[in-house]
């Protein structure tokens, strides 16, 4: 390990002296789900800088800056539907100042030691997860994550840093020796040496779900790999995303090394993406990633577009072992992940028996505030709720059968499964990103398999059978980027591979591939005067 006991020591003791802010500890606190909070809350304490009045700041050039716009964005609480926090509204201007900033840090950081990079890295991770309840509460606010698993991702996100951390010196240290007499026709007169450089400068755009696991997951493969970084945060999740970057500041970072920039997408959105000094573009949400991969130009694209995660059940699956995955997989987070469940194709022998176990558990779920960890809270916008609910009514006017009464109050729609789905409904292959899952009946597998390939959507998917051989052909059969055999699609854990096909993605994220995407090969040939060998 680069981090040695005695730092992980003496970074205990000056993050204690900061008056640290989140007491999560006791087992106690953790049955109950309850975030017991010290001293200091969002934008307050070792944040307070962060925070102009009622509006957070933007950061550039190592500093905590106000917009010259005068204009702030409002981030809406998805559960109150008040306004909870506002951003800086930054300028096409600030935007330009930001880019040379991060060219002319760039060319510094590439020349900063791995290990000097690996550590700053480490530090950053140990001061995020040391100060877990400012951004665990902006979470709850803003996006209506429940508590718990606000913190959860948090802890997460500062795992995810010091793994890649590690993960990047023994990628980024190693090269290869290449001998020209290893292709026919030539003689050992050519040594080749290869490496991997940085590309210059990335910009991140996480989505609103996984806000700070998601930018985190961007920003650490970068900044290990040489890089410098722009990050725009979504609005919903973009107090979060500042906190975050907080925790970089206090690690030391370069200036100019780190930005985020906050604003609205139809003002400087399109300027970011499109903009001559970014040299890469790490994006992950929905439609819009279509549009910014048609007008980014010859820059390496890493995207993750949403997916429609198809569930195929077997007759000879484990049906409780089904029945636990569709709650976990179709619900959690109100089904706002992009890996969720999102169409089950069962077949028909076992459907009855399999509607109903999921039925039972259904009616088991919380629905309230994510204050109380309740298992579903208010999905995002209200925008996103009436989708929602046009997808569900479509169903309804076509002849689902409704397992439970449809509700809704605000942006709090109840869990819902819609059984005896068909292809002509919305639902079967558009993404809710609710807390809806609809259930198809199949008579073959071959049916399961040619329903899930006929979707614009390839992100993920998964298998229920005992029978192995079974499970791989159908696997080898799925047209999507990751298949799970007895288990709910799933992001992690964080080093694995993860991408999509079709429209839910380009490129492969996970610590080792992000890191690959995020740098460039080059070669060094040494060419002899004379044919050299070893031992010869």
């Not at 508590?147 to 240290?173: H, N, Q």
């Not at 990335?202 to 722009?230: H, Q, R, T």
């Not at 001559?276 to 130009?297: E, H, Q, Y």
């Not at 995002?380 to 609910?389: G, L, P, R, T």
Request: hydrophobic share 40%; with cysteine; proline share 5%.
């Amino acid at each position: 390990m680069l981090f040695h006991h005695s730092f992980h020591k003496n970074l205990s003791i000056i993050t204690s002296s900061l008056s640290l802010s989140l007491l999560y500890n006791t087992q106690e606190a953790r049955h109950r789900g309850e975030i017991l909070f010290q001293r200091s809350m969002a934008g307050t304490g070792l944040f307070a800088e962060i925070l102009d009045g009622e509006v957070y700041k933007y950061y550039a050039d190592g500093e905590w800056k106000t917009s010259s716009s005068g204009k702030s964005v409002a981030i809406m609480n998805p559960a109150t539907r008040k306004t909870q926090y506002k951003v800086q509204a930054c300028t096409q201007e600030e935007v330009n100042a930001v880019m040379e900033l991060a060219k002319s840090a760039q060319k510094s950081w590439a020349k900063t030691p791995l290990w000097k990079r690996a550590e700053l890295l480490h530090k950053a991770a140990a001061i995020l997860k040391d100060n877990k309840a400012p951004m665990a509460e902006s979470l709850v606010k803003e996006i209506a994550k429940p508590a718990k698993d606000s913190v959860t991702e948090v802890v997460r996100s500062g795992d995810l840093i010091s793994y890649c951390a590690e993960e990047g010196v023994r990628i980024l240290g190693e090269g290869k020796f290449l001998l020209s007499d290893s292709f026919p026709g030539n003689d050992r007169t050519k040594y080749c040496l290869t490496s991997k450089i940085p590309l210059g400068v990335v910009l991140a755009i996480p989505p609103f779900n996984y806000p700070v696991n998601l930018a985190v997951s961007k920003i650490a493969p970068a900044l290990i790999a040489g890089n410098s970084l722009v990050l725009k945060p979504p609005t919903q999740g973009a107090v979060s995303c500042l906190h975050m970057v907080h925790c970089f500041h206090l690690a030391g970072f370069p200036k100019g090394l780190i930005s985020c920039i906050t604003g609205k997408g139809s003002e400087i959105g399109d300027f970011l993406t499109m903009h001559p000094a970014v040299n890469c573009i790490s994006f992950t949400g929905g439609d819009t990633g279509i549009s910014i991969s048609k007008k980014a130009g010859m820059i390496p694209l890493q995207m993750e577009l949403g997916g429609k995660d198809a569930c195929i059940v077997l007759d000879d699956a484990d049906l409780d072992l089904v029945a636990s995955n569709i709650i976990k997989g179709g619900f959690s987070y109100s089904g706002q992940r992009c890996t969720a469940v999102k169409v089950v194709l069962v077949m028909e022998s076992v459907a009855d028996e399999l509607v109903e176990k999921v039925k039972a558990k259904v009616a088991k779920l919380t629905v309230g505030p994510p204050e109380e960890n309740s298992d579903i809270t208010a999905v995002v916008s209200e925008s996103s709720a009436n989708f929602i609910e046009g997808l569900v009514m479509d169903a309804k006017e076509k002849g689902a059968t409704f397992c439970q009464e449809y509700k809704r109050e605000g942006n709090l729609i109840w869990p819902l499964l819609l059984d005896n789905v068909r292809p002509d409904m919305r639902i079967a292959w558009e993404e809710p990103f609710g807390p809806v899952v609809p259930v198809l009946r199949i008579n073959s597998v071959e049916e399961g398999i040619n329903h899930c390939n006929a979707s614009n959507f390839g992100l993920q998917g998964c298998v229920f059978t005992k029978d192995i051989n079974k499970a791989i052909l159908i696997s080898d059969a799925m047209e999507t980027g990751t298949v799970q055999i007895n288990s709910a699609p799933a992001r992690g854990p964080d080093h694995f591979p993860f991408q999509g096909l079709k429209d839910s993605g380009i490129g492969s994220q996970g610590v080792t591939n992000s890191i690959n995407l995020m740098t460039k090969v080059k070669t060094t040939v040494i060419n002899l005067p004379t044919p050299s060998y070893s031992m010869g």
